[in-house]
């Protein structure tokens, strides 16, 4: 323990007498400062004993020792040591008087003991102490060590828990908790979450502190009224884990040194576990290449039992792609001011992170400026991707990575397939994300479509031009009112060629309809018995009828 007035005067070599503020004596003493001046307090930081002979003082005038006793302890001076036998016989009255009304320690230091002395206790006293810590720390340090190797990060939590006095908590890259020690410290992690999301905005390596909030469901624990400090892990300059450790009071040095030990091996476990996620990434490329490639028995000789059932339960296959942000604006779906990065990446995240809380397996292969992922059709892993993309879809907050471009998103979502339609799946991705990417949109799952109208579909820029285009000869006839070839043609085509029924939709006689069906032969140039072009006509008058 670092040095307290009472120390000092226990201490038998120094010979102190308490005169004043008897009941602060287990005050802390930073350092021993010997000074004459009558103002000696822009020379202090606090925490001091000043020690004095009183040599320029009128430590007689009550009025005088009032209002220096007084900015002492303003000034944080936390005692006053007075040597008797230089300047006075005895320590004055008023100085007394004055250090009792402020409650500030005085002590008598007798002739014999030299200032000196007392500035080397104190010195001895703090070297003692950091000593302590610092062997403390060692040894926090080598069990914090041992528990990492012999128990993973649970065993080190717990024993960086002890340590401090207090409790641990790991979070994930999405700022979800991955363990904690002790176990009740899991409520008070889970609150952190969104604090641990805003250290991940800032470049590794980050930390904060934050203060505890009272648990009124957990009275008996020290955390409902903690100090919580949380550190990044990881080199990168995108933390992937953050660590949170919450205790009563400030860190003493030997807590620090336990903390600093378990970030400095956390951050060597989430490196080493980056090198195992990479290698895990070249497996999951190979069973997907596989797969798509109609192999579904190598790709589960070579997946082993990585992937539990995902290979044989109906999946859905995700292919995403980010969009320049430019582009995601002129749709009016870019990302709010202020967001921004790697889309793609935190798709990854969210969908991963989402699969291991409910414990599923997930395969997820970058692939070029793409995203492939393979997720149990129904699961956790598809629906916080859809999650996802709706909320950037509406605009809502959406977990992002600090830093980069402002890209947008877009995904392709199959309809539920196995491992033997593999192939199938990945295109009916492709074409969902292709519609999404002509209209617009974040996501479209290619159930949606095949479930829908065709019509929809009309709705792009270059099969109206193409309807324009088809249609624009018949429209420049009617528009000289020499005719109405279009409607005629419109309605001769919804009665599937019938002249009766046509004719009379439009009110006219069935040859007036022949003779226009033959003027729109000849200016088209086309025959309406071929098929061919009575599908084209149709679609373009549906595309033209949908602006």
Request: glycine share 10%; net charge negative.
């Amino acid at each position: 323990m670092r040095p307290t007035l009472a120390s000092l005067v226990h201490h038998s070599a120094l010979k102190l007498t308490v005169r004043a503020g008897e009941d602060r004596l287990d005050t802390p003493v930073r350092w021993a400062h010997v000074s004459e001046l009558a103002d000696p307090v822009p020379y202090m930081e606090g925490g001091e004993l000043l020690l004095i002979t009183a040599l320029k003082l009128d430590a007689e005038d009550p009025e005088a020792m009032h209002r220096y006793v007084k900015r002492l302890a303003d000034a944080g001076v936390v005692g006053l040591g007075f040597a008797v036998g230089v300047n006075y016989d005895d320590i004055p009255g008023a100085l007394v008087d004055a250090a009792r009304q402020e409650g500030l320690p005085l002590l008598e230091v007798p002739r014999r003991t030299p200032f000196l002395a007392i500035s080397k206790a104190v010195s001895a006293a703090i070297a003692a102490d950091q000593y302590r810590a610092v062997t403390a720390g060692f040894a926090a340090q080598r069990e914090l060590t041992r528990r990492a190797l012999t128990d993973g990060p649970e065993g080190l939590l717990a024993a960086l828990a002890a340590q401090v006095d207090g409790w641990a908590a790991l979070y994930d890259a999405s700022g979800a908790v991955v363990a904690t020690a002790p176990d009740w410290a899991g409520r008070r992690a889970g609150r952190l979450t969104a604090d641990v999301r805003r250290l991940r905005e800032r470049p590794a390596p980050a930390s904060a502190v934050v203060g505890g909030a009272e648990d009124p469901e957990q009275p008996e624990h020290p955390d409902h009224t903690d100090r919580v400090e949380l550190h990044s892990l990881g080199t990168s300059r995108r933390p992937r884990s953050a660590l949170a450790v919450g205790t009563a009071a400030a860190l003493g040095t030997a807590e620090r040194y336990a903390v600093h030990s378990a970030v400095a091996l956390l951050t060597l476990t989430t490196e080493r576990s980056r090198s195992l996620h990479e290698a895990a990434l070249r497996i999951d490329e190979a069973v997907l290449r596989m797969l798509l490639a109609g192999e579904p028995d190598h790709a589960r000789t070579v997946a082993g039992d990585l992937y539990g059932g995902l290979l044989d339960a109906p999946f859905r296959i995700i292919v995403a792609e980010s969009a320049p942000a430019s582009a995601a604006r002129a749709h009016g779906r870019g990302p709010a001011a202020g967001t921004g990065g790697d889309r793609l990446g935190a798709l990854a995240e969210v969908v991963e992170s989402a699969a291991a809380r409910a414990g599923e397996a997930v395969l997820a292969v970058p692939e070029g400026g793409r995203l492939v992922v393979l997720a149990t059709d129904g699961g956790a892993a598809v629906a916080a991707c859809v999650e996802y993309a709706s909320a950037l879809e509406s605009g809502r907050p959406a977990p992002d990575p600090a830093g980069g471009d402002e890209d947008g998103l877009t995904v392709g979502l199959s309809a539920p397939s196995g491992p033997i339609a593999a192939s199938a799946a990945y295109k009916q991705a492709e074409q969902a994300l292709s519609v999404a990417r002509r209209r617009g949109r974040v996501c479209v799952e290619h159930e949606h479509l095949a479930a829908g109208s065709v019509l929809p579909l009309l709705a792009d820029d270059a099969v109206r031009a193409f309807a324009d285009g088809l249609l624009r000869a018949l429209r420049d006839h009617d528009a000289t009112g020499r005719g109405d070839l279009v409607a005629s043609l419109r309605a001769w085509l919804s009665r599937h060629g019938q002249w009766d029924a046509a004719a009379a939709d439009l009110g006219v006689h069935r040859h007036t309809l022949r003779y226009r069906m033959r003027r729109v032969e000849e200016i088209l140039g086309r025959s309406l018995d071929d098929p061919d072009v009575r599908m084209e006509l149709w679609l373009a008058l549906k595309a033209t009828s949908a602006e």
